[in-house]
């Protein structure tokens, strides 16, 4: 493990579901970011959590809500999500805003 | 915002042979381009940095040239090896004007590179 993990590690749900995905890392990171990866937007940011605050929301659909509780804990929740929202959901941490990412493996998301 | 584009999408090398990514970007202010490696399943891993006070770093088989004038930067790979097979990414970042820190990374789209045996 990089020292951010992510759970779980696959998910299928349906499209009336909730569901919620994990981020945690212990690395004393202070920035923590959601990407969304699929074959049409490799790596697309959507979320920006800097010292706990959101400082980024990429224009992200409501049906995805984050919620950055304290510096080492991310969570993405999920509901009434749409087939095109099937992707790997990536999280990462920084030390610094912008500075030398490390990501955690992804969650394998199929909306069903 | 900052527009990051990368070339090629798809390259194929024997192996032995150089490999070279180049991207471009457009925010001038821009300072950091990081490049990730992403294995087939695996999560993207940082593998080279350069920072815009340099023109070139380099570790081991990877290089990463920089050219501010011109907007671009490249990530070279020499005596490619199987192992070298990815999806690498290129990314660039600029630092905050209000605060401490550099803001988020904008990345590129992505080279899937194939090492020929």
């Known amino acids: 493990e990089t020292g951010v993990t992510q759970t779980p590690r696959h998910l299928v749900m349906g499209m009336t579901n909730k569901k919620s995905l994990k981020c945690e890392q212990h690395?004393?990171?202070?920035?923590m970011y959601w990407y969304k990866q699929s074959a049409k937007k490799p790596l697309e940011l959507m979320f920006v959590?800097?010292?706990?605050?959101?400082?980024e929301n990429n224009s992200v659909p409501s049906r995805f809500s984050p919620e950055c509780p304290n510096s080492s804990h991310l969570f993405l929740h999920l509901h009434t999500l749409q087939p095109e929202d099937s992707a790997l959901y990536l999280c990462a941490s920084s030390t610094r805003q912008g500075y030398g990412y490390t990501f955690g493996s992804g969650t394998r998301l199929t909306v069903v | 915002g900052e527009n990051v584009e990368q070339h090629p999408s798809t390259l194929s090398v024997q192996e032995g042979d150089s490999a070279v990514i180049k991207c471009t970007y457009s925010?001038?202010?821009?300072?950091?381009f990081p490049w990730y490696k992403q294995e087939l399943g695996k999560r993207p891993q940082l593998i080279i940095d350069?920072?815009?006070?340099?023109g070139e770093k380099k570790d081991q088989r990877i290089a990463v040239t920089l050219n501010k004038t011109a907007k671009h930067f490249s990530l070279h790979i020499t005596e490619t090896q199987p192992e070298d097979s990815a999806v690498y990414f290129c990314?660039?970042?600029?630092?905050?004007?209000?605060?401490?820190?550099?803001?988020?990374?904008?990345f590129g789209t992505g080279t899937r590179l194939t090492i020929i045996p």
């Open positions: 925010d001038s202010a821009s300072n950091y």
């Open positions: 959590y800097n010292f706990k605050e959101q400082t």
């Open positions: 990314a660039a970042s600029k630092r905050r004007i209000s605060n401490f820190g550099n803001e988020k990374l904008t």
């Open positions: 690395l004393g990171h202070n920035a």
């Open positions: 350069i920072r815009s006070n340099v």
